[in-house]
C-alpha cells in the first residue's frame, strides 16, 4: 500500500508517496518481515530447533527474531550487547518482549560484542549453545536480501526515487538490486558514515544509487527535540507513527531535501516505511529521563 504526502507546502513540483511496509505483518513489519522470510523458510526447511542472533537493547531485528520464533515453535537465542543489562533487561520494553516471545537473552559486555564475528567467540557459541542457524546482526544476509529485492513491485516503476532509511544496508541493496535504469535510490543512514555502500556493491553492480549520513542527526539512536517535532508533527497531519532511529530521520530527510529543491522538477518520489515503531516505547523511557518530549505512539 502506498500512501500519499501532502508536500505541497514544501514544493508543488513533486509527488511523495509512502510505502507502507509497516502494514505487513501484525506482528513482524517492514524490512523486518522482509529480512526474515526467507531465513525463516530455510530454518523451517532444514527442521532446525534453534536460531541464535545478535542487537543491542532496542533493536527491532531482536524483537522480530523473537516473535519468528515463537510463530514457528524454534528456540531463538538473542546474544545482547550490555552486560549491564543482565538484572534489569525487564525495564527494557524491547528486550522483556523478546524474553516474554521465549528468546533466551543472553547479555556480553560490549567489548565482547566487538569480537563476535571473530573465530574465537563463534566456537565459544558453538561449544556453549550447540545445534543452532546463526543469524548476523540486523538479519543482513543472502536470504535477507532476496526478500528485500520484493519490497519494490511492478506498479512502483512510475516512482523517479526510492528512499529509504538503511542501518547494516541490506534492505538497501534488495531495494537496488529491483531498481529500474530511470530510478534512483537514496539510502539515509542511521549512522555516522556511508558504509553501506560495501553491502549494496556485493549485491549488485548497479551505481543508482546514493547514501547520505547527512541526516543521522549524529550518530545511531540519537534523537534531539527538532527531530522528535518533526515526527509528532508527521503523525498528526498525515497519521502515520515514524520510529526515532530510522524512519523519522529518513522522512524528515526527504522533506529537507524537497524543500531544497533537490529532486528534479516534476519527480515521484516513494519513500519506503520499514516499520520499527516497536523500539518507540523505549525511546520514550530515555527520553524521560532526559527531560526530552515524548514521542506519540
Same mark, same amino acid.
Given at each position: 500500500?502506498?500512501?500519499?504526502?501532502?508536500?505541497?507546502?514544501?514544493?508543488?513540483?513533486?509527488?511523495?508517496?509512502?510505502?507502507?511496509?509497516?502494514?505487513?505483518?501484525?506482528?513482524?513489519?517492514?524490512?523486518?518481515?522482509?529480512?526474515?522470510?526467507?531465513?525463516?523458510?530455510?530454518?523451517?526447511?532444514?527442521?532446525?530447533?534453534?536460531?541464535? *542472533?545478535?542487537?543491542?537493547? $532496542?533493536?527491532?531485528?531482536?524483537?522480530?527474531?523473537?516473535?519468528?520464533?515463537?510463530?514457528?515453535?524454534?528456540?531463538?537465542?538473542?546474544?545482547?550487547? =550490555?552486560?549491564?543489562? !543482565?538484572?534489569?533487561?525487564?525495564?527494557?520494553? *524491547?528486550?522483556?518482549?523478546?524474553?516474554?516471545?521465549?528468546?533466551?537473552?543472553?547479555?556480553?559486555?560490549?567489548?565482547?560484542?566487538?569480537?563476535?564475528?571473530?573465530?574465537? $567467540?563463534?566456537?565459544?557459541?558453538?561449544?556453549?549453545?550447540?545445534?543452532?542457524?546463526?543469524?548476523?546482526?540486523?538479519?543482513?544476509?543472502?536470504?535477507?536480501?532476496?526478500?528485500?529485492?520484493?519490497?519494490?513491485?511492478?506498479?512502483?516503476?512510475?516512482?523517479?526515487?526510492?528512499? /529509504?532509511?538503511?542501518?547494516?544496508?541490506? !534492505?538497501?541493496?534488495?531495494?537496488?538490486?529491483?531498481?529500474?535504469?530511470?530510478?534512483?535510490?537514496?539510502?539515509?543512514?542511521?549512522?555516522?558514515? *556511508?558504509?553501506?555502500?560495501?553491502?549494496?556493491?556485493?549485491? +549488485?553492480?548497479?551505481?543508482?544509487? +546514493?547514501?547520505?549520513?547527512?541526516?543521522?542527526? =549524529?550518530?545511531?539512536?540519537?534523537?534531539? !527535540?527538532?527531530?522528535?517535532?518533526?515526527?509528532? !508533527?508527521?503523525?498528526?497531519?498525515?497519521?502515520?507513527?515514524?520510529?526515532?532511529?530510522? +524512519?523519522?530521520?529518513?522522512?524528515?530527510?526527504?522533506?529537507?531535501?524537497?524543500?531544497?529543491?533537490? $529532486?528534479?522538477?516534476?519527480?515521484?518520489?516513494?519513500?519506503?516505511?520499514? =516499520?520499527?515503531?516497536?523500539? /518507540?516505547?523505549?525511546?520514550?523511557?530515555?527520553?524521560?529521563?532526559?527531560?526530552?518530549?515524548?514521542?506519540?505512539?
Amino acid at each position: 500500500m502506498n500512501q500519499k504526502i501532502d508536500v505541497s507546502f514544501l514544493s508543488g513540483d513533486v509527488v511523495l508517496d509512502l510505502k507502507r511496509e509497516d502494514l505487513l505483518h501484525p506482528i513482524i513489519s517492514g524490512n523486518k518481515f522482509r529480512k526474515l522470510k526467507y531465513t525463516l523458510a530455510e530454518v523451517v526447511g532444514r527442521s532446525q530447533k534453534c536460531m541464535l *542472533t545478535f542487537g543491542g537493547a $532496542f533493536s527491532n531485528h531482536i524483537a522480530a527474531v523473537a516473535a519468528a520464533g515463537k510463530l514457528h515453535k524454534i528456540h531463538t537465542i538473542g546474544i545482547i550487547r =550490555g552486560e549491564e543489562l !543482565t538484572h534489569v533487561y525487564k525495564n527494557n520494553p *524491547t528486550l522483556r518482549y523478546a524474553g516474554e516471545q521465549g528468546m533466551e537473552l543472553v547479555f556480553v559486555s560490549r567489548e565482547q560484542y566487538a569480537l563476535k564475528d571473530t573465530p574465537a $567467540f563463534l566456537t565459544w557459541l558453538d561449544d556453549t549453545y550447540g545445534d543452532f542457524y546463526a543469524v548476523p546482526e540486523g538479519g543482513t544476509n543472502d536470504l535477507a536480501i532476496k526478500g528485500c529485492t520484493e519490497i519494490l513491485t511492478p506498479e512502483d516503476a512510475q516512482y523517479d526515487y526510492i528512499c /529509504v532509511c538503511t542501518g547494516t544496508g541490506g !534492505t538497501l541493496a534488495g531495494i537496488v538490486c529491483s531498481l529500474k535504469e530511470h530510478q534512483h535510490a537514496i539510502g539515509f543512514s542511521a549512522l555516522k558514515g *556511508t558504509f553501506q555502500d560495501e553491502v549494496v556493491s556485493k549485491y +549488485t553492480p548497479k551505481t543508482n544509487y +546514493t547514501i547520505t549520513d547527512d541526516y543521522c542527526f =549524529g550518530g545511531y539512536a540519537k534523537v534531539n !527535540t527538532e527531530l522528535i517535532h518533526f515526527i509528532n !508533527t508527521f503523525k498528526k497531519e498525515h497519521g502515520v507513527g515514524l520510529d526515532p532511529v530510522y +524512519t523519522g530521520k529518513l522522512l524528515y530527510g526527504v522533506f529537507d531535501l524537497i524543500k531544497k529543491d533537490y $529532486f528534479k522538477k516534476n519527480s515521484r518520489i516513494l519513500a519506503v516505511h520499514t =516499520g520499527g515503531m516497536q523500539g /518507540v516505547a523505549g525511546m520514550n523511557l530515555s527520553l524521560k529521563k532526559k527531560n526530552l518530549p515524548q514521542i506519540n505512539i
